[in-house]
């Protein structure tokens, strides 16, 4: 399923998105968008300290009702999936926030403000389960990370950051 | 006491834990995404309740369950829940207080940007002095 509302202050059509997105390398989209990628190979290696730092959350939430209402563990595939899809995201862009999902999911956010945000979220199963808000728009959908970080995912990202 | 049946404009209050508030003080959506397992968002309801005690609530009904100490909570109108097709249930027994946010749809990335919805809504919370630790 996927869905998503247009909003035409993002010059671009967010209702076109479509849940095996045609992807294109992430490179080529930010070279698009006049970014630059990284470089320098230890740049990259503190960049990946960095992530791994980030998704060292407490063991906790990898059991069931760590939050006393029924929560739901967070399993370690979905720890996995969201490193393998940071160690691709494009270092030009921000880390994002690392949250357990009372759901089960690890949510990766990226946030501007309460209403300018967008969460990537992995429940070890492969899909990419995506929500956020921009502005008064609600943007959602599922993508598969099948050959790298959906370019659809890139430009949201890139809106709500930028 | 609140009656059985919920009026649009009752509040609700959400408390909330460190982890639910961002450094800019905004409210995390997390806080208000129920599991999959019990698709119920706890909630109080705090019609005629003195801000005082809306915290002894807190540390009455949730903090001995969640073992760890509300810092603040984020208040919703009924109306605003029932503007996302949610419905707000309350316990058969009305002196608890005590309602669930129900019908969510089934659809995750639905559910998820709800959430943040009402974690946008919801964000003017009320944070807890230390005097009422």
Not at chain 2, 59 to 76: H, N, S, T
């Amino acid at each position: 399923m996927t869905t998503a509302a247009a909003f035409p202050s993002l010059g671009y059509d967010l209702s076109g998105l479509s849940s095996r997105t045609s992807r294109s390398d992430p490179y080529d989209f930010l070279c698009r968008e006049n970014l630059r990628p990284p470089q320098s190979l230890a740049s990259e290696q503190v960049r990946r300290d960095d992530i791994d730092e980030r998704l060292d959350l407490d063991p906790c939430y990898r059991e069931s009702n760590w939050n006393g209402e029924g929560a739901d563990p967070v399993p370690d595939a979905a720890f996995e999936e969201a490193r393998a899809f940071l160690y691709q995201f494009p270092a030009i862009l921000p880390l994002p926030d690392v949250i357990a999902e009372p759901d089960g999911y690890l949510g990766l956010e990226w946030y501007r403000n309460k209403r300018l945000l967008y969460v990537v979220s992995f429940n070890g199963q492969g899909v990419l389960s995506c929500s956020g808000l921009i502005g008064q728009t609600k943007v959602y959908g599922t993508y598969y990370m099948d050959a790298g970080v959906p370019s659809e995912i890139l430009r949201i990202i890139t809106r709500v950051v930028q | 006491m609140p009656g059985p049946v919920i009026d649009p404009s009752e509040t609700v209050s959400r408390y909330l834990f460190k982890e639910d508030i961002r450094s800019d003080e905004t409210i995390r959506y997390q806080a208000f995404l129920p599991s999959s397992s019990n698709p119920n968002l706890s909630v109080f309801r705090v019609f005629g309740l003195s801000d005082q005690e809306i915290w002894a609530l807190a540390v009455e009904k949730v903090e001995p369950i969640r073992r760890k100490r509300v810092i603040a909570r984020g208040d919703l109108s009924v109306a605003q829940v029932e503007e996302k097709q949610l419905v707000v249930q309350p316990d058969a027994e009305i002196t608890s207080r005590h309602a669930n946010i129900v019908d969510w749809p089934p659809d995750r990335e639905k559910r998820a940007t709800i959430a943040k919805d009402l974690a946008a809504l919801a964000s003017q919370q009320a944070k807890r002095r230390d005097q009422q630790a």
